[in-house]
């Protein structure tokens, strides 16, 4: 005989229901259909019994509440001639239940047996009018009561089921033919015949009682998701069911907070090998997941990831532990005694602590417990104060291929770190089947997609973007984030978000993505006001998987952020040349603090746009090389002025067009200055492992001081103009000497310097035109012929490449 089961959901209205019956009659063969209370029930029947126990008039309006649910049920299902017989059984047993109410309002006493007897009205009523209502349609039904069969002890609210007094009822109470039998779920008799339940989620363990016991070839279990899936969906959007999996691994996943399956169901339809088909009403169609003894998952080392929330950890700690036998069982019979269930344990190879994790709510009790236990050696010093901590998760990844294969703790614990989520606590079992982490509850939500992603449970990995400085730069990014998504999705399985946008008069966050095709509208019309301040609140508070930080700007307020973020696990791209040109202290502090908290400080475009000239020396250094000179022309826009600077054109207008094309800072005299090659410089010279301060690099001016001292950009170009016959002195100079002016940073046996140049046609640097860059690298393997880089230097477009490719390694890494 087949068992099924239907949960809350699936029995939660007339609608619902109807869809039940038609599952059962596809079935076409005998069968128990198992049914749990009308979804919400049963937390109504406990809130209710509360408020009677306090003495709280108000528990009479969810009782009304009650009733109305089950009459309104019954006349939505049945035909209005046979609706009589139904409602009358419903309402005597809602005055039953009413008089319980009555005694508990009366006495303000609250048993567990009374308890247990209210909430087994939930199954007792649903599965009377579900029946009943199979009756009216046409389909033969017998109503199984379970009482009658489903035998326990007295341990009201979590009985154990006496199984060789069960199955002998089972056997007997089944021997009638019937094309389907409609039995409640969760309620069960005692050895008197007082009602007594199987705890939370018994329906399912009803289920896999008489499935176990009639031989049934398999339990399919109904629900409202499409089988167990490789975590809560709720918390990653990118979870899918399992279509196959073993006991063992749905044990472990149901244990750790999987909702599909009561963790004891397993255990009867294991003994008997009775495959478990987890399937969802709403969409019979799904293939959903089996459960079985050879359940072969899907195909990854981690099956799937599951979390317990509100959990709290117990440390008991002290130097009086060492060696001292007994501490752990006086520790666990405390527990035991105050009937708190130890969920994780972990203890120290020094034997200087145990720790463990409990239920949220038991703590009081537990503490109580424990130091009434321990109270000697809390008042000697033996011990340490018992520690609390609260507001914790357990994430726990389940899958029976992780046994014997080398790493899966590794990659776990490397992913959560990248991510900035603190381990409290951790605990592996022998059999390799789970490895389970304490962690804030907070951070549930970024750890469960982050190991989702690492393990290749998900098909994509989502790379959270916020971006600060949107103009120029900033937007040819966004632009171009937005041509490459698809590519990178379909091709890369990266997921690339923008979840946060500002300049500087506003800023936009939204978690799920901000549209690009309308992104300036949105900002102007749904921005809120920008703060620096806020901005880093809501990043930080969002608490976002793989989140990268981008300044676009050339600002100091900004850059000063860095650490904050980084300290976040939030990595940081920039071309901001500011945070990297402070002192070398704070330089090397950005440095240790993305090392130590597993971020990536990446700012390739720092000094040549979208060249890969910092990854170039990074990949030198870190292979041994080591650099004896640099010689770079590094000014984009100084180089374009100077290629295109001569006798029939004005300096002031060769600058203007280079500040039309954005070859320039809005204020030009940042580049004129050279104070922007001698910061890019720097950046080589402490990239290449040296130590050197801005004001060690010697910078020579060319820019008469009356222009670079004018009081605006506007009267800083009419200063030009009045010293033109200078700038037309210094191309003549290099013009009669057959070279070329050029802008060159250099560092040479310890010392550095910029300034201008006149090259001639057999150096590298003489054919560079418009805006490109070069970079000659004299090292160690390259002692006589430089390694050379070259290439555009400035421009919005290259620019936002260097800064999209820096994000890919990020991705990538």
Request: proline fraction near 2%; hydrophobic fraction near 40%.
């Amino acid at each position: 005989m087949l068992v099924v089961k239907f949960g809350g959901t699936s029995v939660a209205s007339a609608k619902n229901i109807s869809l039940v019956k038609n599952i059962i009659v596809a079935k076409k063969q005998p069968l128990v259909a198992v049914v749990s209370a009308f979804g919400g029930i049963t937390n109504l029947l406990i809130e209710c019994s509360e408020l009677a126990a306090k003495g709280d008039e108000s528990y009479l309006k969810l009782l009304n509440q009650i009733e109305t649910r089950h009459i309104k049920t019954v006349q939505e299902l049945i035909a209005v001639k046979g609706q009589g017989k139904t409602l009358s059984k419903v309402k005597m047993l809602l005055n039953d239940l009413e008089d319980i109410y009555r005694g508990v309002f009366l006495i303000r006493e609250l048993s567990l047996k009374t308890q247990d007897r209210i909430v087994s009205f939930g199954e007792t009523l649903s599965s009377l009018i579900i029946n009943d209502y199979f009756n009216d349609a046409g389909l033969k039904s017998n109503w199984a009561d379970a009482r009658q069969f489903i035998k326990t002890d007295s341990n009201y609210s979590r009985a154990n089921v006496d199984f060789k007094k069960t199955s002998e009822e089972v056997k007997a109470y089944f021997k009638e033919k019937a094309d389907c039998w409609v039995c409640p779920g969760f309620v069960a008799s005692n050895k008197n015949n007082e009602t007594t339940t199987l705890g939370r989620g018994g329906s399912d363990y009803t289920a896999a009682i008489l499935a176990s016991i009639l031989k049934s070839k398999e339990l399919e279990i109904w629900t409202d998701v499409s089988g167990m899936m490789t975590a809560d969906p709720r918390l990653v959007s990118a979870a899918y069911a399992i279509k196959e999996i073993s006991y063992e691994e749905a044990m472990e996943l149901s244990h750790f907070g999987a909702k599909v399956i009561y963790p004891p169901t397993i255990q009867p339809v294991l003994e008997a090998n009775i495959p478990i088909h987890i399937k969802n009403t709403f969409k019979p169609e799904d293939y959903g997941t089996v459960i079985s003894n050879n359940g072969n998952g899907n195909g990854h080392i981690i099956k799937g990831l599951s979390c317990v929330q509100n959990i709290a950890l117990i440390n008991l700690s002290g130097s009086g532990m060492v060696g001292i036998p007994n501490f752990s069982h006086r520790l666990f019979k405390a527990l035991s005694a105050a009937k708190v269930n130890v969920i994780l344990i972990t203890q120290a190879s020094s034997e200087h602590s145990i720790c463990v994790g409990i239920d949220e709510r038991d703590c009081d009790i537990a503490r109580e417990s424990v130091e009434e236990e321990f109270e000697f050696e809390l008042s000697v010093h033996k011990i340490d104060a018992l520690e609390i901590e609260k507001q914790l998760s357990i994430v726990a990844l389940v899958g029976s291929n992780m046994k014997e294969q080398v790493g899966v703790s590794g990659n776990m614990f490397s992913t959560l770190s990248q991510n900035g989520v603190n381990i409290k606590a951790i605990a592996q079992g022998s059999s390799e089947k789970n490895i389970s982490v304490v962690i804030q509850a907070n951070e549930v939500r970024k750890a469960l997609n982050s190991l989702h992603e690492s393990f290749f449970l998900s098909d994509r990995k989502r790379i959270n973007l916020f971006m600060i400085g949107i103009g120029n730069v900033g937007g040819t990014l966004v632009e171009q984030i937005s041509k490459q998504k698809s590519y990178l999705l379909k091709h890369h399985h990266i997921d690339v978000k923008i979840v946060a946008l500002a300049n500087s008069k506003k800023m936009l966050f939204d978690e799920d993505g901000i549209s690009l095709k309308n992104w300036k509208e949105s900002l102007l019309e749904s921005g809120e006001k920008m703060t620096l301040n806020g901005f880093i609140e809501k990043a930080i508070d969002l608490n976002l998987r793989n989140s990268i930080f981008i300044d676009n700007t050339a600002n100091e307020d900004v850059a000063s952020i860095y650490n904050q973020l980084l300290k976040e696990s939030i990595s940081v791209v920039t071309p901001n040349k500011i945070a990297c040109t402070q002192s070398i202290e704070k330089y090397k502090e950005l440095k240790q603090t993305a090392l130590r908290y597993k971020a990536k400080f990446l700012f390739e475009t720092n000094v040549g746009a979208g060249l890969p000239v910092i990854n170039t020396l990074n990949d030198l250094i870190k292979s041994g090389d080591e650099i004896y000179k640099i010689e770079a022309v590094l000014s984009g826009s100084l180089n374009f002025i100077f290629n295109n600077f001569n006798e029939s054109t004005r300096f002031v207008d060769v600058v203007k067009e280079a500040m039309k094309q954005g070859f320039t800072e809005p204020d030009p005299r940042i580049d004129l200055s050279g104070v922007d090659v001698m910061r890019k410089i720097l950046i080589l010279i402490r990239e290449s492992g040296l130590e050197m301060e801005l004001s060690d690099i010697k910078g020579v001016p060319f820019i008469p001081k009356a222009c670079m001292d004018a009081p605006s950009v506007e009267e800083f170009l009419v200063s030009l103009k009045a010293h033109e016959a200078e700038f037309q002195k210094l191309y003549k100079k290099a013009a009669d000497e057959n070279k070329k002016i050029k802008y060159v940073a250099s560092f040479n046996k310890g010392k550095a310097e910029g300034g201008l140049r006149f090259v001639s046609p057999d150096h590298p640097f003489y054919n560079l035109e418009g805006k490109d860059n070069i970079v000659l690298f004299t090292t160690k393997r390259y002692p006589e012929q430089p390694l050379v880089i070259k290439g555009a230097g400035a421009g919005a477009e290259v620019t936002a490449m260097g800064i999209f490719a820096d994000i890919m390694r990020i991705a990538n890494g």
